[in-house]
């Protein structure tokens, strides 16, 4: 009998191996009309244990989408090679979504009702993602939301089997703050154009830091009328040791740009956006050098996912980007979750999903879910500029593992 095996988040197994490679099955199904019985349902082959991926396979995302499948498919792939799960061949359920509320609930709609599903992942737009969680977790579907983030998306209540992997808004201005403290930093500006994202992710910064660093000076910039040098001029007036930019990345570039123009000699620090080529050409090169961007861990970010980018890159033809990763990560979790509970049993296995062995690791450490089913450990991380490009700062994790 196969012994289960445990892959850390390098792809090494941490049991016995399993020599013989298995072929990979996968079958899509559209998502167009939900199935009113079970003899509509398509199946996955006898003798496996499939796991459905929910992405947008058309339309505008569909990009993003067949990385989030090829995630998954690499996943899969590894724990073949290493005898399946509980003795299983592992084989993926893929079903387009298009990144709408209404193919996101068919999509979960035919997913549940396919045959040998142990359980879901995927959600690249939020309103699929939350429809797909309401309808898998009314149905006691484990269900790993890899790419939306948005906390309203699931909780304990009405979508119980559902677990948001990714970091919300909140734990980004989170660690914006935790890297604020972790540069002594005393005295805050804040700056951020006027959508509704940068006003929140400001609005927490300012909640959070309170009361160290003091919010200094904060600045809100109308659309079209963004006057960096003068934004820059008023920040420096109040004289923080930091700035905090919410916003897009050339707006973002520009200001650092004006503030170091303006002889600023403190830290600067932007929000997600600003990971881009935009903000380094925007700020030049003495602009950029030196800032950091609070962003969600990719595999081109984490020095200990080079290896793991090589193979990927090599089997599907393309570099992987944040949806790959995470969904490599989430189909590897719901394989623990299966392995640990020893039988695909939705309810037992969704249980497991929240008591993950210590052995099971993704590339930034362990994986942990809060009561309110969103991460517990997020994967934002800390960018610096060196040199002309982004290279990791912290990983914002106790062992900073890199």
């Not at 269900?143 to 919300?168: H, K, Q």
Request: include cysteine.
């Amino acid at each position: 009998m196969q012994l289960p095996t445990t892959l850390d988040g390098r792809g090494r197994t941490r049991r016995n191996r399993w020599l013989a490679p298995l072929a990979l099955t996968v079958l899509t199904l559209p998502a167009v009309a939900a199935c009113t019985s079970t003899d509509d349902a398509p199946a996955a082959p006898r003798g496996e244990i499939a796991f459905g991926v929910l992405a947008p396979l058309s339309g505008p995302d569909k990009a993003r989408g067949q990385d989030l499948v090829d995630g998954a498919r690499m996943a899969v792939d590894d724990l073949n090679v290493r005898g399946g799960i509980i003795g299983l061949h592992v084989s993926l359920v893929t079903v387009d979504d298009e990144c709408l509320d209404d193919g996101g609930k068919e999509a979960a709609k035919r997913l549940h009702l396919t045959e040998n599903v142990a359980g879901a992942l995927g959600g690249v737009c939020d309103g699929a993602a939350g429809a797909a969680a309401r309808v898998l977790g009314g149905n006691g579907l484990p269900f790993l939301i890899t790419s939306a983030n948005s906390p309203t998306l699931v909780s304990a209540e009405d979508t119980p089997t559902a677990y948001l992997t990714n970091g919300t808004p909140y734990q980004e201005a989170l660690a914006a703050v935790h890297w604020m403290a972790y540069q002594a930093a005393q005295r805050l500006a804040v700056i951020a154009d006027d959508n509704p994202q940068s006003a929140y992710l400001v609005n927490q910064v300012i909640s959070v830091a309170s009361p160290v660093p003091k919010v200094v000076s904060k600045q809100t910039l109308p659309a079209g009328q963004r006057d960096m040098a003068a934004a820059a001029a008023t920040a420096l007036a109040a004289d923080p040791d930091v700035v905090y930019w919410a916003g897009p990345a050339q707006e973002s570039g520009q200001l650092a740009a004006a503030l170091r123009k303006a002889g600023y000699k403190g830290k600067y620090i932007a929000s997600a956006a600003s990971e881009s080529p935009d903000f380094l050409s925007a700020a030049g090169r003495d602009g950029a050098e030196g800032a950091y961007v609070i962003t969600t861990a990719s595999p081109q970010n984490l020095p200990a996912a080079t290896a793991w980018t090589t193979r990927f890159t090599k089997a599907f033809g393309h570099p992987p980007g944040r949806d790959a990763l995470q969904a490599y990560d989430g189909l590897r979790a719901l394989g623990q979750a299966v392995t640990q509970t020893g039988k695909v049993d939705p309810a037992l296995n969704s249980e497991q999903l929240t008591k993950l062995e210590d052995s099971f690791t993704t590339f930034l450490g362990e994986l942990r879910f809060a009561p309110d089913h969103t991460v517990k450990y997020d994967n934002h991380l800390v960018l610096t500029v060196k040199g002309g490009a982004f290279t990791l700062a912290n990983t914002l994790r106790s062992d900073n593992g890199s």
